[in-house]
């Protein structure tokens, strides 16, 4: 084994450095050196505020705030060189401040551990994925809501259980997911709200001895106000969790839209073309026009909700406050973010070019006797019929339709008497699948008036 030195940042009662094992299941600067744009923002916070408390002196803190500033520049070009041995962002950045700067930058950790600094960086990047997520979401809900009104009157069918059921429209199928996706909205938004306050100054973990201005810090990073609890403050991630949580139903929404994509673009639907831009094609088979984008959106879900589950699985055994197992909280992180947004803006692109077929849905709107039920509640109507009475006298002539090999309104007035001898030749009227989903007037009904309403108060609510 080779002897190392020990760590310049802790190494005090260290006599050697650590085992290249260690070093390797230790470090963490291979992926949270994303976080190298909050770290330093949160430093230039914490330094003003010491210097406007007169903890550090105006040209200690003017050289730390300048000197983060070249180091952040160096970052984002590129050309820092980022060290395994300095285990994470924060020790890599107070070190590369130090040869910048020299002996200033050995007081910015004045007042401050990393477990108070790397929760408010890591709260800072969700807190900036939940606004990715909020406007990936409108983005697509604006996309749906034009499919919504190119369409709020088209024809087609609903299902249960995938068999056909009623007719509906397709302006009112596309505003189901208008509906779905203001609720994940506004889960990334809630989310948000509650994890909008400040660790910084929780210090390691019982708070500091110095006269820290927590308020300030928390104002000039944009939180609505300091943590309550030092304790809370470094060992709570349940600012990732929600994150996390709003994500997984998020994607879920998004796997079930994927699904019907993949239904809808077959051959045996074509309910809807997806434009070359959102589609592959087989290597071997020539006529094949594959929707992988959908099939990828469906599968990522996935990474989400595993990353979900893992960070509950990390947090849940901890003791307050911080350990190291919650230095795993960020790569799942970063990677469900990554993923959402991907498919977020996949989905967005694929809704955006999209053909609905008006011919095929309207044809498939009419097949499997999807105006059963228009005719049953005619017979309750006009007839007086009781509804379970109709049910069954509907059924009937289901049956004899199906026999028949024809649709409901195919049948003759003198097939239809023969089951009920008070039905009249105004029966027609209501098998008709444009009659139908005109009839259906109720608030949130598919009346093409309704969705047409529906459509208009999100456009108006969408900024
Ligand atoms: N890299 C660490 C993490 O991500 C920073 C906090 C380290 N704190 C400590 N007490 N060792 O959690």
Not at 35 to 62: C, N, P, Y
Not at 94 to 104: D, F, S, T
Not at 257 to 286: C, H, K, N, Y
Not at 295 to 319: D, F, H, Q, S
């Amino acid at each position: 084994m080779t002897e190392t030195t020990a760590n310049a940042m802790w190494g005090g009662r260290f006599a050697a450095g650590p085992d290249a094992i260690m070093e390797a299941i230790n470090a963490s600067i291979g992926f949270d050196k994303r976080l190298a744009k909050q770290d330093i923002e949160g430093s230039r916070a914490h330094a003003a505020m010491l210097a406007a408390t007169g903890i550090l002196s105006d040209s200690d803190v003017a050289a730390i705030r300048e000197g983060l500033l070249t180091v952040l520049s160096e970052i984002e070009g590129g050309g820092f060189q980022f060290s395994t041995a300095l285990e994470d962002i924060h020790m890599n950045v107070e070190a590369r401040l130090k040869q910048v700067i020299g002996e200033p930058a050995g007081r910015l950790h004045t007042a401050r551990s990393r477990n108070d600094q790397v929760a408010t960086d890591f709260r800072l990047w969700v807190r900036d994925q939940a606004d990715a997520a909020i406007q990936g979401l409108e983005a697509l809900m604006r996309a749906l809501l034009r499919q919504a009104e190119q369409g709020a009157d088209w024809v087609m069918p609903g299902f249960t259980h995938l068999q056909t059921a009623q007719p509906v429209t397709w302006g009112h199928h596309m505003m189901a997911y208008v509906e779905m996706l203001a609720r994940d909205r506004s889960r990334f938004a809630d989310a948000r709200a509650r994890m909008n306050e400040s660790p910084l100054g929780a210090a390691a973990l019982a708070g500091t001895s110095f006269p820290i201005d927590r308020h300030m810090t928390a104002a000039a990073l944009g939180f609505d106000r300091p943590m309550a609890n030092s304790l809370d403050a470094v060992s709570d991630r349940d600012f990732a969790l929600e994150f996390l949580a709003a994500a997984s139903i998020c994607a879920m929404h998004l796997s079930r839209f994927a699904e019907e994509l993949v239904i809808w673009s077959s051959a045996q639907f074509r309910f809807v073309r997806l434009s070359d831009r959102f589609s592959t094609g087989s290597s071997i088979m020539p006529q094949k026009k594959n929707p992988d984008a959908a099939e990828l959106i469906r599968a990522k879900i996935g990474r989400i909700l595993g990353a979900n589950v893992a960070l509950l699985t990390v947090m849940k055994g901890l003791p307050l406050t911080y350990s190291k197992d919650m230095q795993e909280d960020k790569e799942q992180v970063f990677d469900a973010a990554d993923t959402l947004m991907l498919a977020l803006a996949a989905m967005e692109g694929m809704v955006r070019d999209m053909t609905a077929n008006r011919e095929a849905l309207e044809q498939a709107a009419g097949s499997g006797f999807s105006t059963a039920t228009d005719l049953a509640d005619w017979l309750v109507r006009v007839l007086g019929l009781p509804f379970r009475e109709a049910h069954h006298v509907t059924g009937t002539l289901v049956a004899m339709a199906e026999q028949a090999g024809v649709d409901l309104p195919e049948l003759s007035l003198a097939q239809m008497q023969s089951v009920h001898p008070g039905i009249t030749q105004d029966i027609f009227a209501v098998l008709g699948v444009h009659n139908s989903v005109a009839s259906r007037t109720s608030y949130g009904g598919t009346a093409p008036a309704q969705v047409r309403a529906q459509i208009a108060r999100w456009k108006e609510m969408l900024p």
